[in-house]
């Protein structure tokens, strides 16, 4: 069953009349320098949330925080066609396109700047957006041997409760990320107790023994 679409007002209608036309910027910004550019962060460990300037922002677009999630993950420009096929599996082309370009524009609406940088082809998360991901700040310190700072990262799996019914690739996708991400977990865990026990930290070594025996199912 495919996400509905609310009814557009007469304003919503004549915006999105016009999909590809730039929101209005002041005189005097200049985007590319990042003047008044909200900072946003995405939730991904857990139930997702995006946050701007560290406030949540109720999106009522489930396929949308999808998108960004998405977007966000893949660090760099996807192809439309990826996408609209991703989120509208079983619509034609040209449909799926169309509700891409929508997508894109109803969610810049909403968090009342661009966020996105975008050509013919391809969507990415635009390089003028300070944007952190909580997934990724978890595999950074996983990568610089931080397992406590990692592990008090990880609040839950990626994408915890969290489908799209009718996108079964997606949730494939979320799937596999989602036990990557675990793996590293329980490999930071283990190294964790290895380590508080080699300091003679036993009481912290078993209580990363306990998380580790929680996460394993």
């Not at 900072?39 to 925080?65: A, C, M, V, W």
Request: proline share 5%; with cysteine.
């Amino acid at each position: 069953m495919q996400e509905p679409e609310p009814l557009a007002s007469g304003l919503d209608q004549a915006k999105l009349l016009s999909l590809d036309r730039p929101l209005r910027v002041p005189r005097g910004v200049d985007r590319a320098r990042g003047d008044f550019m909200t900072g946003f962060s995405l939730q991904t460990l857990g139930f997702p949330e995006i946050h701007g300037d560290d406030r949540p922002i109720k999106l009522n677009l489930r396929k949308g925080l999808a998108l960004l999630i998405y977007l966000a993950e893949a660090q760099g420009a996807v192809a439309r066609d990826v996408i609209a096929t991703l989120l509208w599996p079983e619509s034609p082309r040209d449909t799926a396109r169309a509700r891409l370009r929508r997508m894109l524009h109803r969610i810049e609406l909403t968090l009342g700047q661009h966020i996105f940088e975008t050509d013919r082809t391809s969507v990415r998360w635009s390089p003028a957006v300070e944007l952190k991901v909580d997934s990724h700040l978890f595999e950074s310190a996983c990568d610089g041997g931080a397992f406590e700072e990692a592990c008090l990262r990880y609040r839950g799996d990626f994408l915890a409760g969290f489908s799209l019914a009718d996108c079964p690739e997606f949730d494939d996708w979320a799937f596999f990320r989602r036990e990557a991400l675990r793996g590293r977990l329980m490999h930071g865990l283990e190294r964790l107790v290895q380590d508080k026990n080699a300091a003679g930290e036993h009481f912290a070594a078993a209580a990363h023994a306990d998380a580790l025996s929680s996460s394993i199912r």
